[in-house]
């Protein structure tokens, strides 16, 4: 029996929050394994169409996968877009699609990336140190430990992986590669885990490798990005579904739908009113229930935000 590319977290209540409409057009902005993207086409018909993003090329060979939906419906309704979801606004605009009703994005990383023992995204496997999600670009996470300076690498680990001896951990990685070059996860670990307490190494080596992940696939800023163009996108009335693992992502999540902005500041018409595109579906968050945290231990930290656009 193979083991399932993805398994899709909080599968109903996400794709529930778009609430579809048969005819309107939709956005799955991390297509995956094709869980998300499946259920969606199950509800829509007539107009309705759906745009699916992934820059992964391992993604695009589950279309085929898409369960329940056969295949008159999927060449009819469905439009597999292999891109990082970035370019939203421009792929939106090369399809003549002025408007959508409804974006849903699952942000955790797929579980495939972290079985997969050639991709580096799991410390579990001796890997080369890659992490690309698109694998054609450019920079790896070899490249970041290798090259970067002892003050950006600080940085990255500091602000993208929360911890606390960030100095520490780079200085470390300058030391070392002056004597052998860091290629595989095993050279990375060999050269830090003496830093990490023996009752937290595993979830301090989780925050390293999320760290060296995020900045190798420029996630925050790509991520703004997105949420930026779909607040341009979306019609009124349209919702915004995105489902976070990490509190950085779900920070810039959080702020976009509170006020419109990266920074999440409030701002105020000319009578004072509060002036932001979007209203709050749920204000406290939506996580999984311990059934589905027992199927799907990935979805333990998972958290889905639900705006509607003004």
Known sequence: MSTP???PVLLKESVDGLNIHTDGIY????????????????????????Y???QDEDAETNIRRLGKVDMEKEEKYFTFIHSNFKYLKNWMRYYHVEGIDGLLADLGVSSHHFDDQNRG???RFDSPLDMRM??????????????????KLATIFYLY??????RKIASTLVKARIQKQI????????????????DREKKDMAKLFQALRIEVNHEMTVLTDMLLAAEKLLKPGG???????????????????????IKGQIETNFYGAVDTPFKLINNKVIVPDKDEQERNPRSRSAKLRIAEKK
């Not at 919702?239 to 902005?261: A, C, F, P, Q």
Request: charged share 25%.
């Open 239 to 261: 919702r915004l579904v995105v489902i976070t693992y990490h509190s950085l992502e779900d920070r810039i999540v959080k702020d976009i739908m509170k006020s419109g902005n």
């Open 183 to 198: 290629v595989t996860t095993q050279d990375l670990i060999k050269d830090v885990d003496f830093l990490f307490r023996k």
């Open 27 to 50: 956005v799955d902005a991390t297509f995956g394994g094709g869980g998300h993207s499946s259920e969606i086409l199950s509800r829509i018909k007539g107009n309705g169409h759906l």
């Open 121 to 123: 995204f799991s410390f």
């Open 52 to 54: 699916s993003f992934d």
């Open 134 to 151: 698109n694998t054609k670009a450019d920079m790896t996470a070899a490249d970041v430990v290798n090259s970067y300076d002892e003050e």
């Open 5 to 7: 590319y993805h398994i």
């Open 161 to 166: 992986g929360e911890l606390r001896n960030a």
